[in-house]
């Protein structure tokens, strides 16, 4: 757990966003130049979220996203932030992983949450039962079975999957997820760079009822933070700013363009202040402003690894943020 002060270790969420006037082929080359810029730079780990029938986001096929990343970078952990398991089978989860781990060793990760990542409409496009979360943790038990080669189905195993033992991330932002990872012994990632309300407490339940596993001794937890770095604090509240307005148009004017008035009265809405309230977790500023909150958030959170999102408006400055931020946080860069 890093100690006040300390530097955690840092690792990139991408939304694969698509922005206004952009297509979904231009925005999955600029995650992979975010990834690949990741990779030179040290961040740990870069991790893409499943959603479905959103314009804005173009990391859908979560799987089919990772193994490009994964065949176009070298080093860096790539991996799901995360799969939603009630939308699949956990045995075509662990075949589909289990791939991906036999084509590039050592560097999968898969992060599992029991949210649609959708409207219900979308659910039901899926053929998802809408109890399908109900059982979530017979279905994490299931694909851990499938993953380690020791099935909990009689006569299933997953090929490619059996023994590649992808390691599991359980995602929440509530007391469920941190109780379930820290009963099954698994890592904990809360989503905290959009869901900050039950951080503190979800963490130290995760921590006190924690229980060792085959795959974690000791409990792990990485926190979502979301992050704007410019070479001067001015731009980068401007980027910041320029960011929450799109939130606020995208969840807000249900398909319509604002103008950039409309956003910003959006934004001053009571809904709009609740938009603004999910970044309450947000690092803002030149490089060593940022680093020293992140520094800060990861004491305050308990936590051993930040997971960031970058908050900047166009794919330029995404990795301008990146770069100053790591530079300022002195990673291990290739």
Do not use: C
């Amino acid at each position: 757990m890093s100690a006040p002060g300390s530097a955690p270790t840092l690792s990139v969420l991408d939304l694969a966003h698509i922005p206004e006037g952009g297509t979904a082929r231009e925005s999955l080359q600029a995650s992979l130049e975010l990834a690949q810029a990741a990779d030179r730079l040290g961040y740990r780990r870069v991790w893409y979220a499943e959603h479905h029938n959103m314009a804005t986001i173009a990391s859908s096929a979560t799987a089919v996203l990772i193994a490009h990343i994964a065949a176009h970078t070298e080093r860096i952990r790539v991996g799901a932030g995360g799969v939603m398991l009630p939308n699949h089978a956990p045995l075509t989860v662990a075949e589909q992983f289990g791939t991906l781990e036999t084509l590039h060793p050592g560097r999968i990760d898969l992060g599992l949450g029991r949210a649609p990542g959708s409207d219900q409409n979308t659910v039901r496009a899926l053929r998802r039962d809408p109890s399908a979360a109900d059982a979530f943790p017979d279905d994490v038990l299931e694909l851990r079975g499938y993953l380690s080669g020791r099935s909990v189905v009689p006569g299933v195993e997953a090929t490619p999957g059996k023994g590649t033992d992808v390691p599991l991330y359980i995602l929440g932002s509530s007391l469920f997820g941190a109780k379930l990872a820290a009963a099954l012994g698994l890592p904990y990632a809360f989503a905290s760079h959009f869901a900050p309300a039950a951080l503190e407490e979800a963490v130290a339940v995760y921590r006190a009822e924690f229980s060792p596993s085959e795959q974690l001794a000791e409990p792990y937890v990485i926190a979502g933070v979301n992050a704007t770095a410019a070479d001067t604090s001015e731009e980068a509240r401007r980027q910041a700013h320029l960011a929450r307005r799109r939130m606020a148009a995208q969840l807000l004017a249900r398909g319509r363009t604002l103008s950039p008035e409309e956003a910003d009265a959006a934004l001053e809405s009571p809904a709009g202040r609740h938009v603004q309230q999910m970044a309450t977790y947000s690092a803002v500023g030149d490089p060593k402003e940022v680093v020293a909150y992140l520094n800060d958030f990861a004491a305050h959170a308990r936590a051993d690894e930040l997971i960031i999102a970058f908050q900047a408006g166009d794919p330029a400055s995404r990795l301008r943020s990146a770069e100053l931020i790591a530079e300022a946080a002195a990673l291990p860069a290739a």
